[in-house]
C-alpha cells in the first residue's frame, strides 16, 4: 500500500520533504572497484575484456569474438523477420516516428553580422563518433536502442558503437535488429564498467569514442562518472518515475494501470498520484491492488508501489504545480479538465503527457519523442536525450580592420585591469602600437 | 623554446599523437579529500564553511560573514567607478554586447501537431538557481564574472549565486562590480570544495542551487564532479590554451603576441602554431622570444611556451583541418588567404577565430560571444558556456482518442515484446480492451 500524503495535514509539509529525500537506490561505494577494472582495461586492453566477460558475464569472448558481426546481426534480423514480425514492424514504425520528430530538433548554424561589423556565430555540428551503452539481460529493450542510436544518426554521428552485455551469451535478436534498422556501426558483446573504459580509452579492437550514452547498473554509472573529461557523457540515470496528477473526472482503472506500468520497471521505480479528490483516490488504490493480482510482474510492480508509490491529496490542483516542479519527475502525466493550463504552469519535468489519452506508454515506444528523461529529480537541470547530445557549438568570430578598430580599445582597457598585458599587446600590434 | 614537429619528418606521426597524449596538469588525486569536505559542509553547515575558510583562505568569516551584502557590493562599485572608471564603462560595454549576443542563442519552445494526429512539443525553460563558481586571487577576472552571469541572466534563471574565496579577505571590487552589472543575486565570501558543497547540499545560510558553472583548482573540479547528479555541472575546464593556422603573409610580431596572450595564463597553458611556411616559423619564433623578454608575465609565458609550446610545419594547410580536428583546440585562430574555407573544413574547436583581425583576445572580453571554452580536446563533444547552459528541455505529448487508437497498436505490441505486460495493460484499457 503506497504512503498516503494529504494536504490538510499538518505534517504534510515534513512528509513530502521526507518523500523528495528519499534515496531509492542504495549507491554502493563502487568507485574503487571500478577505478580497477578501468585501469587494467587501459593497460591490458582486449584481455581484459576477455576476463572481465568471463567473470562477470560467463561468457568466453575468445570463442565468440568480441565483435558482434554482421553475419550475427542478419541472423538476428532474420530469426525476428519469422518468429516475431510483428514486433519487428512496430519497431519499424517506431523508428520512423522517432527519427521525424528528432530531425525537428536538429539546431541551426546562424552567423550575423553586428553594428561593430563584428561578424558573430554559432556553428552545430555532430560528435565525430558515440558509443552506446545497451544493459543486457531482461532490461535490453529494442526500444532504447533506438532511442539512443536514431537522434545520434539525425545529428550526423559517423561512428555509432554499441555495446552489450552477453551474460551467458545471450543477446536479444530484437535488440540487434534495432540497432541495424537505426544504422549503428559496430557492435561489441562486452558490458559493464570494463565497457565503458574500453570505449573511453580504446582497445586493440574497439577504437575509442568521443561520448558515451545509455543507462547501466551502478558500476557503469560509475565507470561514465570517471571517464567524463576524457568523453563526454549523457546524465547518469536512476530508477524511473511518474507524477501523474488527475482529478476524479477519470477512469480510475486507466490511472491505476499508468501507475503500475512504471512500477512494474524496477522495484525502485516510483509512481506518485496527485489528485483533489480523496474518493478517486481509494479508487485508483483499489485498482492497483486489483490489477496487480494478474501483473506478470506484479511482484515488481507491487513491492515498487508499496515501498516507494505515493498518493497525495490536495484541497486544489492548483497547488499541484508548486509541488510538481519540486519533484521534477522524469514522466508527469496530467489528466485534468484544466492539463494544458495546468501544463503551463509546470517548468520542472522530463517529459510531460497532456490529457488521458496520453499515457505516457506511448512515450516510451511510438509517439516519436525521446523515453531517455532525466531522473531522481534530475529535470531541475537537465533535458531528455535527443540530437542536442549528440552535436557541438562551436563559436565564430569574424573582425575586419575596422571593426577591431572600434572594439580593440575597450578589450586593451579589460585586458590591463585584468593584470594580463600579453592579451592588450595582441590588440595593441594590430591597431598600429599607438594606443 | 617550443617543440617543432615537421610533416616531412617520418616520426611526424608519433610526434604529433605524443602532443595531444601530454598531460598539462597533474591530476592530483584529490578524491577523498574533497570527499571528506563535502560530507563536512553536509553535517556542519556553515560552521565547516567557518572552519574551512580559516584554514585555506585565512579569513574569519564570524567576523566579515558569509555574505557579501549589498552594502559591500555598493561599496567596491564606489571604489571602481573612483579608481578605474575606464575598466567599469569597458565592462559595462562588454556587459551589452555579451548580452547581446546570448539573446540570439534562446531556443523557441516549439510544438507541432503530425499527420496520426499527435501533438509534440519542446519546451525549454531556465533552470530556477544557479550557483556561479568565481576563482579568487589573482585568477578572478571580472570578464568571467560576465561570461557565466550573463548567460544565466538571459536564459531566465531567477536566482544567481556567486561564489568567490577571499584570501585574507581580499576581493577583487571589479569582480563584485561585475556581478552586480550582471544580475547576480547572491555573493558568498567562500571558495574552494566547501563552496561547491554548499550549493549543492545548502547551509543556514546558502540555500541551494540547482547547477553550479564555472572554473576552478583540482579540488573544485573533484567536488563539482563528486556533487554531480544531486545538481548540475558545466564541464570541467583544464588549463587554456589556443591553435594558431598561419600562412606566410602574416605579421610574425601579431602571430607571436597571440601565442604569448594564451601562454601567460597558466604555466600549464598550451600555444601551437600551424604553418606552412618554415622560415615565417623562425620568424614568429623569434618574435615570441623578443617579446617575452618584456611581458610583465614572461616568466609564466615563457614557462608554457617552452614546455608545452609547438611549431607544426606542414607542406601544406590542406592538411590543417584533419590535425586540428584532433587538437580539438579550446582556441582556433585562423590567419590564411582562405580562412573561411579552413574553417568550413574544420569541426572540432571552441571557438574559431578568422582572419588576422580576430585576435582571440577580442573574444575573451568584448566580442559578446563567451570565453567560457572547452579545454583539454573537449570540444570534440562539447560546446562553450551559453544560455542552453541554464535551460532544459521538457517533451509535451497530447494524443486524443482517435490518435491513440492509431498508435496505440503498436505501442502494445513493443511493450509485449518487451515483456512489459503493464504497459500494455495501460494502452489496452483506454482502447476498451478489446485487443
Redesign the interface.
Known amino acids: 500500500m503506497a504512503k498516503r500524503l494529504n494536504d490538510v495535514d499538518p505534517e504534510f509539509s515534513s512528509a513530502f520533504d521526507s518523500m523528495l529525500a528519499e534515496k531509492r537506490e542504495v549507491s554502493a561505494d563502487v568507485?574503487a572497484v571500478v577505478r580497477d577494472i578501468i585501469d587494467h582495461v587501459r593497460v591490458e586492453g582486449d584481455v581484459a575484456l576477455v576476463d572481465y566477460s568471463r567473470r562477470f558475464d560467463e561468457i568466453d569472448l575468445t570463442a565468440t569474438g568480441l565483435e558482434i558481426t554482421s553475419a550475427e546481426v542478419d541472423q538476428a534480423v532474420e530469426t525476428v523477420e519469422t518468429q516475431?514480425p510483428?514486433?519487428l514492424?512496430?519497431?519499424r514504425?517506431?523508428h520512423d516516428?522517432i527519427e521525424?520528430?528528432h530531425r525537428?530538433?536538429l539546431?541551426e548554424s546562424?552567423t550575423?553580422k553586428?553594428a561593430?561589423g563584428?561578424?558573430?556565430g554559432?556553428?552545430w555540428?555532430?560528435?565525430?563518433s558515440v558509443g552506446l551503452y545497451v544493459p543486457g539481460g531482461?532490461a535490453s529493450?529494442?526500444?532504447s536502442v533506438l532511442m539512443s542510436a536514431v537522434p545520434a544518426k539525425v545529428a550526423g554521428v559517423k561512428r555509432i558503437v554499441m555495446v552489450v552485455p552477453a551474460p551467458r551469451g545471450a543477446i536479444n535478436p530484437?535488440v540487434l535488429a534495432a540497432a541495424r534498422m537505426a544504422g549503428v556501426s559496430e557492435i561489441y558483446r562486452v558490458g559493464g564498467a570494463q565497457a565503458v573504459a574500453a570505449l573511453a580509452y580504446g582497445t586493440k579492437t574497439i577504437a575509442p569514442v568521443?561520448?558515451i550514452v545509455g543507462p547501466g547498473n551502478a558500476y557503469v554509472a560509475a565507470a561514465k562518472?570517471q571517464v567524463?573529461?576524457v568523453?563526454?557523457i549523457d546524465?547518469?540515470a536512476g530508477p524511473s518515475e511518474v507524477l501523474v496528477i488527475a482529478d476524479a473526472n477519470n477512469?480510475p482503472?486507466?490511472i491505476a494501470?499508468?501507475l503500475?506500468?512504471q512500477?512494474?520497471?524496477d522495484t525502485a521505480a516510483q509512481s506518485i498520484l496527485m489528485t483533489d479528490d480523496a474518493a478517486f483516490a481509494d479508487k485508483v488504490e483499489a485498482a492497483v491492488a486489483q490489477?496487480l493480482a494478474t501483473?506478470?510482474?506484479g511482484n515488481i510492480?507491487g513491492e515498487s508501489w508499496n515501498v516507494f508509490g505515493a498518493i497525495i491529496v490536495l484541497r486544489s490542483l492548483d497547488q499541484a504545480p508548486a509541488l510538481a516542479?519540486r519533484i521534477a519527475a522524469e514522466h508527469l502525466e496530467i489528466a485534468t479538465a484544466n492539463a494544458?493550463e495546468l501544463?503551463e504552469r509546470i517548468?520542472?519535468?522530463?517529459?510531460?503527457?497532456?490529457?488521458?489519452?496520453?499515457?505516457?506508454?506511448?512515450?516510451?515506444?511510438?509517439?516519436?519523442?525521446?523515453h531517455v528523461?532525466?531522473t531522481?529529480r534530475?529535470?531541475?537541470?537537465?533535458?531528455?536525450l535527443?540530437v542536442?547530445d549528440f552535436m557541438?557549438?562551436?563559436?565564430?568570430?569574424?573582425?575586419?580592420?575596422a571593426?577591431?578598430e572600434e572594439?580593440?580599445p575597450?578589450?586593451m582597457?579589460?585586458?590591463?585591469?585584468?593584470?594580463?598585458?600579453?592579451?592588450?599587446?595582441?590588440?595593441e600590434?594590430?591597431l598600429g602600437g599607438s594606443r
Chains 1, 2 share one sequence.
Not at 565564430?396 to 580592420?401: F, G, S, T
Open positions: 568507485d516475431t510483428d514486433a514492424e512496430a519497431l514504425i517506431a516516428r521525424a520528430h525537428r530538433q539546431p546562424r550575423y553586428d561593430a563584428v561578424i558573430l554559432d556553428r555540428t555532430a560528435v565525430d531482461l529493450y529494442p526500444s530484437l568521443v561520448k562518472r567524463f573529461g568523453v563526454g546524465s547518469i477512469d482503472e486507466w494501470a499508468d503500475l506500468a512500477a512494474e520497471h490489477q501483473l506478470p510482474r510492480a516542479d494544458d501544463a517548468n520542472n519535468a522530463g517529459a510531460i503527457f497532456i490529457g488521458a489519452h496520453t499515457p505516457e506508454v506511448i512515450g516510451d515506444y511510438v509517439a516519436g519523442s525521446n528523461l532525466p531522481a534530475s529535470a531541475r537541470f537537465s533535458s531528455g535527443g542536442f557541438k557549438r562551436t563559436s565564430i568570430l569574424k573582425l575586419d580592420a571593426a577591431l572594439l580593440g575597450t578589450a582597457t579589460l585586458a590591463r585591469s585584468e593584470g594580463l598585458e600579453g592579451h592588450r599587446r595582441s590588440v600590434l594590430r
